[in-house]
């Protein structure tokens, strides 16, 4: 873990100015500080003031206001009185009217909707953290296959180079003998073609390192001009070890686990509805004539109580149930997705192992290509210096030894690639670990 954190200060110190090398380690930390990741740590953090939010419901609120009005006319009341008094009117209130309140309210009892609230709250917010892990991951696997690509088109160079200096020394020989007369023009032509397509090959290869290097630069948040060593992970042992793993540690798993208690909460805030909810409140209330709030000559000043409210919902046309009912439907189709995706990322890892197999067969059929492809050019270069040999064999020799190394080249950088896919789709933590792991028995 220290070597970790040496490593992530090291790539946060680079200026992304200056390209350089870099190991898969050094880029797989550095991609996990990408803003692609920093979205959804921002959408965590969103996540987690929701869920502090709804908790400010078990609260009590106090609030505090005060207001004035100024009447057109002067409030009066009218009394109407037998004969001979008759109807007789007399003032109940100034035209200026001045308030104030202090009050404090409670939510008693809300039918447990606001514990429902913040149980989902709660789950959504875990729900953004694993968004967070499993965003990573897919970043680390597309920077696996990016890094393992450059690799390959690295060894693709250096295959085609080589090719092209063979191409070089076979043309200055076939020069010397075209110049002695031991060779006719066709067969010098022919090896200045090879050279040419020789040529454009490695310029083709290196425009598509760079390519690839400036994607793995883009992912990664720093100049990659190179790659410097492989992808050291250890063999994962089974197909069954791997979706263990997965069960217990992938995060796009757990993030749909969340949802049901999502979908639970849901259930129970609709629930909630049939129940009564009671506040109680309480108020400290003066009013008057004045700014002063000493009464207007006609009420008294003080206007405090104590109180409270229920409110019950007898009948709402049948809401309350069919929200419950749709809410009881998303959780079970919540459980069927989340069954069919456990099937689904079993499948994904027990192909995935199977592709794993079928690499390593033919990187020994590769190997053994190579040996035979360079047996036969070593025999054709020697058949061509003694005269013995066309032109045309030894460009056929070189381009096939060429391709037989790229070949290897290509399979070994898959088979890296797939081993680091098997050990992701374990889940993040897996692969760190199974990476940590290697590194360590490698210092050894």
């Known amino acids: 873990m220290r070597n970790f954190i040496a490593t992530l200060l090291l790539c946060i110190s680079l200026s992304p100015s200056h390209a350089k090398s870099f190991s898969y380690e050094e880029l797989v930390l550095c991609a996990q500080k990408s803003p692609a ?12 003031e929701l869920k502090l939010s709804a908790e400010g419901a078990l609260y009590p609120s106090i609030e505090l206001s005060y207001s004035g009005a100024w009447l057109d006319e002067k409030p009066t009341m009218t009394y109407h009185m037998p004969p001979p008094i008759g109807s007789a009117s007399a003032p109940m209130a100034t035209t200026r009217s001045f308030e104030s309140q202090l009050s404090l309210r409670y939510r008693l009892f809300s039918g447990f909707a606001i514990s429902s609230l913040i149980e989902k709250r709660e789950w959504q917010r875990r729900v953004a953290e694993l968004k967070v892990i499993d965003k990573k991951r897919s970043i680390v696997m597309r920077l696996s296959s990016l890094y393992a690509q450059a690799r390959m088109l690295e060894s693709l160079l250096h295959a085609r180079t080589d090719a092209l200096a063979a191409v070089e020394a076979a043309l200055k020989k076939a020069r010397a003998l075209y110049d002695n007369g031991m060779l006719p023009p066709s067969g010098l032509y022919n090896i200045e073609a090879a050279l040419y397509d020789t040529k454009a090959a490695v310029a083709d290869t290196e425009n598509e390192l760079r390519k690839s290097l400036e994607t793995l630069s883009y992912i990664s948040g720093e100049r990659v001009d190179g790659t410097r060593g492989g992808i050291e992970l250890p063999e994962p042992k089974n197909a069954e070890q791997i979706y263990r793993y997965a069960l ?7 993030s749909l686990e969340a949802t049901l208690k ?5 259930i129970k805030l609709a629930k909630s509805q049939y129940f009564p909810r009671i506040d109680l409140e309480a108020a400290l209330k003066r009013r008057g004539g004045s700014p002063t709030l000493e009464g207007d000559g006609y009420s008294n000043p003080n206007r405090s109580y104590l109180g409270f409210r229920i409110d019950w919902n007898l009948y709402s046309g049948g809401r309350t149930m069919h929200m419950g009912e749709a809410a009881r439907y998303r959780k079970l189709a919540s459980v069927s997705a989340l069954i069919d995706y456990r099937q689904r990322v079993e499948s994904e890892i027990v192909k ?4 794993l197999e079928t690499l390593k067969k033919r990187l020994e059929s590769a190997k053994m290509r190579i040996r035979s492809q360079k047996e036969y050019y070593e025999l054709t270069r020697g058949r061509f210096d003694n005269g013995l040999g066309s032109a045309d064999e030894l460009s056929r020799a070189i381009a096939d030894l060429a391709q037989a190394r790229a070949a290897k ?9 797939q081993r680091a896919l098997v050990w992701l789709m374990g889940g993040l933590k897996s692969f760190e670990r199974a990476l ?3 590194k360590k028995r490698g210092k050894r």
């Not at 999502?262 to 849901?266: K, L, M, Q, V």
Request: hydrophobic share 40%; proline share 0%; glycine share 2%.
């Open 37 to 48: 990741v920093e979205v959804f740590e921002r959408m965590s953090r969103y996540a987690r």
């Open 248 to 254: 217990k540690r992938r995060a796009d798993i757990a």
């Open 262 to 266: 999502i979908d639970s909460a849901d």
């Open 352 to 355: 995935a192992f199977g592709d």
């Open 409 to 417: 080249a290509s399979i070994e950088a898959s088979i890296e690639m």
């Open 436 to 438: 940590t792991k290697k």
